[in-house]
C-alpha cells in the first residue's frame, strides 16, 4: 500500500526541489560546504514525485544497486532512519554518494520522470536521510554474521575498499582495512575538497563501518611496511583484496614542467585536504602561496574543477582552466561546473599547452598555449581536438596545477612478483570475480580499471567481496594463467 496520497499525474506536476546553495559571493573565499541539504519539507514534497514505478528503471542505473523506490517510499511514510537504513543495505557511503555521486548519468538518468519532466532528486533524497541520519544519533547498521573465522586483508580505504569492507564484515570474516596515509578514506579524504565532501562525512562513515567491526589501519604502506606475501604467509589472511586506487599523477610532458609553481592536482589537493594549507596561518600553508596571483589549472574533469576552485579559495587573483575541447565536452558534472562558473572561474576552452615558461629567477611565469578546434569524435565519442597552426599565445600565471588523470601506482605490484599487470601497469583482474593470478589475492577500483567515479569504485569493491565470499566458502581458484 503505497504512503503517497497523490495520483502519478498529480505528482508530475511538482516541480523538483531545488538544493539550497551557499551564495557564490560568500563561498568562493570559504572551504564550508556549497550545498546545504534539503530540509524536511523539501526531502518529503521531492519524495512525493516518485510515480512508484513497477520496474523501477532507476535501480538499473545504479551500480551498486540501492533499492531506490524502496528508501524513497519510506521516505514519503516519515521514516527517515528506516530510509537510511535500507540504503545501507547495499551502499555503505550514503553520506558520500549522495554528495559525489553522478546521478545525473545514473540512477537519475534512468528515471521515467526525466523523459518529459525534471527527474527525481534521487541524489538529494539520499543525502537528506543520510544525514538526518547522522544528526539523529540514529545508525541503521546491518545484522552481522556470526564469525566465520576467515581473514581478509583490504589494501587501500577508498571507496572500493569501503564498500569490500562493508559486505565482507557483514557476512562475519574480519577484515582489515590498511592505509598508506594517517588518515581512513582514500580518495574521499584526499582528493575531494571539503567544500564538496566535507571530512567530518567520511569519517562518520569510516566509524560506521569500524561499529560493524572492520579493523582499520593507518601508516601501513604495503609493499614496504609489508607485503602481500608476508600478510598471507606470517599474518594468516585467508584473502587479499588490493584497491589502491589509481594515484601516480600524470603530466603533459611539455617544456618548463619542472618549474617551481607547477604541479599534479593529487599532489596539490593532498596537501590542502591533508596538511591543511586551507588552514592558514593557523597551519604553515604546504602549498605554493597563490594568494594574489594568476593561477592556471590544465583539464576539465572533476578534479580540475576541485583543483581550480580551490585555488579560488586559498586566494588567488585569477583561477583560469584550460581545457582542449569545449564547454559541452568536459567530463566534469554538470553541477560543478556551474558552480565554479558562478565563484568566477574563467573558463579557457579550445586552448592546449605546450610549454611552461620562466622568468628570470626560474620560477613559473606563463604557459603558452595554443588554439585548437575540434575534428572527428575519439573513442570516447566526444570530438577530437586539432590543432590550428601559427596560433600559438601566452597567458601569464604565477601557479600551474596540472589536472590530467592518474595511472596505477606500481608499488604494490613491484612488491609482489607473481601478480600479473597489464600492459599499462594496472593489475591484471578478471572484470567478474575480479580474481588475479596470484592465488587468494582479488583486486577493484582505479587500480584495475584506471580512473572512475566514486560510486563505480563502490560497485567493483562489491563484486570483489562476492567473489572473496565465495572462495572462502569453497576454496576454488581458477588457473592462474587464465587472468594477465
Not at 3 to 28: C, D, F, G, S, W
Amino acid at each position: 500500500m503505497s504512503a503517497n496520497p497523490l495520483p502519478p499525474k498529480q505528482r508530475t506536476k511538482i516541480p523538483r526541489q531545488e538544493m539550497p546553495e551557499q551564495q557564490a559571493a560568500a563561498r568562493r573565499r570559504n572551504f564550508d560546504e556549497v550545498n546545504r541539504g534539503l530540509t524536511v519539507l523539501g526531502a518529503s514534497t521531492e519524495a512525493m514525485r516518485c510515480l512508484e514505478c513497477a520496474k523501477p528503471a532507476c535501480v538499473s542505473g545504479c551500480p551498486v544497486g540501492v533499492k531506490i523506490r524502496d528508501f524513497i517510499a519510506l521516505i514519503t511514510a516519515g521514516d527517515y532512519l528506516g530510509a537510511a537504513a535500507k540504503i545501507r543495505e547495499d551502499n555503505v557511503l550514503p553520506a558520500i554518494t549522495g554528495r559525489v555521486c553522478p546521478q545525473e548519468t545514473q540512477c537519475e538518468g534512468c528515471c521515467i520522470l526525466g523523459k518529459t519532466f525534471e527527474p527525481l532528486g534521487i541524489g538529494h533524497l539520499e543525502r537528506f536521510v543520510a544525514d538526518y541520519e547522522r544528526e539523529h544519533g540514529e545508525l541503521g547498521l546491518p545484522e552481522i554474521a556470526p564469525p566465520s573465522g576467515r581473514k581478509v586483508a583490504i589494501i587501500g580505504s577508498g571507496p572500493a575498499g569501503l564498500s569490500a569492507a562493508g559486505d565482507l564484515v557483514r557476512w562475519g570474516h574480519a577484515v582489515t582495512v590498511f592505509e598508506a596515509l594517517h588518515e581512513i578514506g582514500g580518495v574521499l579524504v584526499y582528493g575531494i575538497p571539503a567544500f564538496r565532501l566535507p571530512k567530518a562525512i567520511v569519517r562518520h562513515e569510516v566509524e560506521a563501518l569500524a561499529r560493524m567491526g572492520v579493523d582499520f589501519q593507518a601508516n601501513v604502506v604495503v609493499g614496504k611496511t609489508v607485503t602481500i606475501d608476508e600478510l598471507m604467509d606470517e599474518e594468516g589472511y585467508d584473502a587479499v583484496l588490493v584497491a589502491t586506487g589509481a594515484g601516480l599523477p600524470k603530466f603533459l610532458g611539455i617544456p618548463g614542467e619542472h618549474l617551481p609553481g607547477v604541479s599534479s592536482a593529487n599532489e596539490f589537493l593532498t596537501r590542502v585536504n591533508l596538511m591543511h594549507a586551507n588552514e592558514f596561518p593557523s597551519y604553515d600553508e604546504p602549498v605554493f602561496d597563490c594568494r594574489g596571483r594568476d593561477v592556471a589549472v590544465i583539464g576539465g574533469g572533476n578534479t580540475a574543477m576541485d583543483a581550480v576552485r580551490t585555488a579560488c579559495r586559498l586566494g588567488a587573483r585569477r583561477s583560469l582552466l584550460i581545457y582542449r575541447r569545449t564547454e559541452a565536452e568536459m567530463p566534469a558534472r554538470v553541477e560543478e561546473i556551474r558552480h565554479a562558473k558562478q565563484e568566477g572561474i574563467e573558463l579557457l576552452t579550445l586552448a592546449n599547452p605546450v610549454a611552461f615558461l620562466s622568468d628570470d629567477e626560474g620560477f613559473l611565469a606563463g604557459v603558452r598555449c595554443l588554439r585548437m578546434e575540434l575534428g572527428q569524435p575519439d573513442a570516447s565519442g566526444r570530438r577530437s581536438p586539432v590543432p590550428i597552426p601559427g596560433s600559438e599565445f601566452e597567458v601569464p600565471v604565477a601557479m600551474a596545477v596540472v589536472a590530467l588523470g592518474t595511472g596505477a601506482n606500481p608499488l604494490v605490484q613491484s612488491s609482489t612478483p607473481d601478480l600479473a599487470t597489464d600492459p599499462r601497469g594496472y593489475i591484471a583482474a578478471d572484470p567478474e570475480t575480479l580474481r588475479t593470478s596470484k592465488r587468494g589475492v582479488f583486486a577493484a577500483g582505479d587500480i584495475v580499471t584506471g580512473a572512475a567515479t566514486v560510486i563505480l569504485a563502490m560497485a567493483a569493491g562489491r563484486r570483489a567481496a562476492a567473489a572473496i565470499g565465495e572462495f572462502l566458502e569453497s576454496g576454488a581458484w581458477i588457473d592462474a594463467e587464465a587472468v594477465g
